[in-house]
């Protein structure tokens, strides 16, 4: 189905700012990863070389005799005392430092195997060990943590923003909706007020003329026509009374109401699994929704072609499927198609299924989706709804 240059363009713009916020979002979270490694890196070559500064400290007390001062060296082990350290001596007992609490041999023989696979190696000493084992400080362990935690707190961020935004924006939406549809409303009142007036003076006017009456009826119908779209728009934005009714009488009536106004070589056909389905419906805007669908199948079809309704019951719901063997939607515009603005013809405000959806969604407490489509075979809109009893 082919898009007017608008839409396409609309989208497309849409869709380039989409991709652009991503590549930054990821470049962002690229930066960030690949600096807080090149500090936990620096941190770690430091914290090696503490440990090594701290066994030459060892070493050095081990060397002197019990009469030399050894304070130069104690201040060195009291001021690197946040790295945990393992020593091991010549017979191959651990002694921590730097631990919270007190752990079998057994614990620490596990945390020097863990060392040793992790492709580090210790720092050789003499004296009080021979080898010393080493961790990372807590400060090394939560560099390396940053990228994660920056990542959830920005996506959280993003989340929050997005759904407040789109949440104003929706009311802001609605609010222009419904601004606009009752104004139509009005808008159309007078004149439709005016043209009943006139009807009527022709009439009178028109009495014993039997095809000036039958013209006069057809404009009558007319009106009443024009009398039904305005009440539809005025409804938009108020909550509608909703009734009982069957679903499969609606659709006959929306059917045979565009039958009479499509062309002969379009069939329409009507399939039920019952023939009495009721759901809970304002009947002008549900036929306002199930015309706005047949009128973009008529248009995708080029005059000729068919056009169906299956209804069926899943779980509590009632269902209507309404198929055609139009030009079909790409699967990529399966959820823009309900977008304001989206639109296959080259005139049109795109506004006709995003109605529908809200009709639908809001008003009815349903839900309307594309089923599936094919290019040029056809199209299927699910329309679905609360099951009630009448």
């Not at 991709?19 to 990821?26: R, S, V």
């Not at 509608?240 to 009714?245: F, G, R, S």
């Not at 062309?263 to 009495?276: A, G, L, M, P």
Request: charged fraction near 25%.
């Amino acid at each position: 189905m082919a898009l007017s240059l608008q839409s396409m363009d609309i989208y497309t713009r849409r869709s380039r700012w989409k991709f652009y916020f991503l590549i930054a979002g990821i470049v962002i979270v690229l930066i960030t990863i690949f600096y807080s490694g090149y500090l936990a890196n620096k941190l770690a070559e430091n914290e090696r070389n503490k440990v090594i500064l701290y066994a030459k400290a060892m070493e050095s007390i081990y060397e002197k005799s019990v009469d030399e001062d050894v304070q130069f060296e104690a201040d060195i082990l009291e001021k690197y005392n946040n790295i945990p350290v393992i020593m091991e001596n010549e017979e191959g007992v651990f002694t921590p430092v730097n631990f919270t609490r007190e752990h079998p041999q057994s614990y620490f023989q596990r945390r020097k195997e863990k060392f040793l696979a992790s492709g580090k190696t210790p720092v050789e000493t003499i004296g009080y060990a021979r080898y010393i084992y080493f961790e990372n400080s807590r400060l090394y362990r939560l560099i390396t943590l940053f990228p994660l935690v920056q990542v959830i707190l920005l996506g959280c961020f993003v989340g929050l923003g997005y759904l407040g935004f789109s949440s104003s924006r929706r009311a802001e939406q609605n609010r222009v909706w419904a601004g606009m549809a009752k104004e139509t409303a009005h808008q159309l009142g007078t004149p439709i007020s005016a043209i009943i007036a006139w009807i009527e003076h022709l009439k009178s006017a028109s009495e014993g003329d039997e095809e000036q009456l039958e013209i006069i009826g057809e404009l009558r119908n007319d009106v009443k026509r024009l009398e039904l779209i305005a009440d539809r728009f005025s409804k938009i934005g108020s909550t509608p009374k909703l009734e009982a009714y069957n679903l499969v009488d609606e659709i006959q009536v929306a059917f045979k109401y565009m039958e009479r106004r499509a062309s002969r070589k379009v069939s329409f056909e009507i399939s039920y699994d019952e023939s009495i389905l009721y759901a809970a419906l304002n009947q002008h805007l549900f036929a306002w929704v199930v015309e706005n669908i047949i009128r973009n199948s008529l248009d995708s079809m080029d005059g000729e072609g068919k056009i169906s309704a299956h209804l069926y019951t899943d779980n509590n719901m009632v269902c209507v499927d309404l198929s055609d063997t139009g030009k079909g939607i790409p699967s990529s515009k399966f959820k823009t198609v309900f977008q304001p603005g989206y639109s296959t013809k080259k005139r049109g405000w795109g506004l006709g299924l995003s109605l529908a959806k809200r009709i639908i969604d809001i008003y009815h407490n349903g839900k309307i989706l594309v089923k599936n489509s094919k290019i040029d075979e056809g199209t299927t809109f699910t329309i679905r709804l609360p099951k009630v009893v009448a």
